[in-house]
C-alpha cells in the first residue's frame, strides 16, 4: 500500500499488508546546482565517511536509490529508506487542538526537540568546507514519534535548506512563537554557538554547514503564509 507522506507530493509511504516494515520513498529532482553529484552519489559518500549513519536510530536513512529517466534523459531519483517512526512532524502539528489545556506547551516542547535534532545531525555527519570533499547534511522529511516523543529525519540528500522549509511549515502550521522556540533551539544546539554558551550545551567536534546559518538570520517576514493559530503565545 502506498500512500502520501507530508504535503510536498514529492513522498510516500510504503508498506506490506501484515508485516512490520515501514519504507518512505522521496522523489529529489536533478536540478542544477553547486552540488554536481546525483543523490545516490551523495547518500554513498556520506556512508564511505560515516558508516554508523545506515544503523543511526533517528534517521531513515537510504537503502536504495531508483534513478528515474524523462525522455531517456536521468530527470530525478527515487531515495527509498526503512524508518521505524510512521508519522510526520508536519501531521502531528495539524492535529494539535491548541484550544486544550496543555497543548501549547507540548507544541513548544516538540518544535524543540525538532530544532535541536537538526542541528545535532547536521553537525554530527557534515564535514567543514575547508576539507577536500565537504559534505552538507541535509536532513529531509521531519518524523515525530509520538509514543515515544521522539524526533527522527528522512535523509533527503538534496541541496535545499532544511532549516528554511522547517521555518516555513511550522510558522504556517502554528505561528510565530513556535518559530522562535524552533530557531531558538537550533541555534544553541548549533556547535559553532557553543562557546557562546559555555555550560548549556555538549560540544561535537563535526563542523555545520553555514549557509543554513544565513538562512536563520532572515527576517521573520520572509516566511511564508500566515495562519490564524499565529496570536497563540508559546512562551
Known amino acids: 500500500m502506498i500512500e502520501p507522506f507530508g504535503s510536498s507530493g514529492k513522498a510516500w509511504t510504503l508498506q506490506v499488508a501484515d508485516q512490520p516494515e515501514f ?10 546546482g553547486r552540488d554536481l553529484r546525483t543523490a545516490a552519489e551523495r547518500c554513498e559518500e556520506l556512508v564511505a565517511r560515516h558508516p554508523e549513519v545506515l544503523k543511526d536510530s533517528s ?17 530525478a531519483d527515487l531515495l527509498i529508506s526503512r524508518s521505524c517512526c510512521r508519522g510526520t512532524l508536519e501531521r502531528y502539528i495539524q492535529a494539535l487542538d491548541l484550544q486544550k489545556p496543555g497543548s501549547q506547551e507540548k507544541l513548544r516542547q516538540v518544535v524543540h526537540k525538532a530544532g535541536q535534532m537538526l542541528a545535532f545531525l547536521k553537525a554530527k555527519y557534515s564535514t567543514d568546507k575547508g576539507t577536500a570533499r565537504s559534505i ?8 515525530y514519534d509520538e509514543a515515544a516523543d521522539q524526533i527522527h529525519f528522512a535523509y533527503s540528500a538534496c541541496e535545499s535548506c532544511e532549516l528554511q522549509r522547517l521555518r ?31 555550560g548549556m550545551l555538549q560540544a561535537w567536534t ?6 543554513d546559518d544565513a538562512a536563520s538570520s532572515g527576517s521573520d517576514s520572509e516566511l511564508e503564509g500566515s495562519d490564524v493559530r499565529e496570536s497563540c503565545s508559546l512562551m
Open 136 to 143: 552538507r547534511f541535509q536532513p529531509g522529511l521531519a518524523l
Open 59 to 75: 534517521l531513515a536513512f537510504p537503502h536504495c536509490v531508483i534513478p528515474l529517466q524523462v525522455n531517456l534523459r536521468h530527470a
Open 23 to 32: 519504507w518512505i520513498l522521496q522523489e529529489i529532482s536533478c536540478e542544477v
Open 168 to 198: 516555513n511549515l511550522i510558522s504556517r502550521l502554528a505561528g510565530r512563537s513556535a518559530v522562535e522556540v524552533f530557531q531558538r533551539a537550533h541555534d544553541l544546539s548549533n556547535p559553532r554557538h557553543s562557546n557562546r554558551h559555555a
Open 206 to 211: 563535526c563542523g555545520s554547514d553555514g549557509d
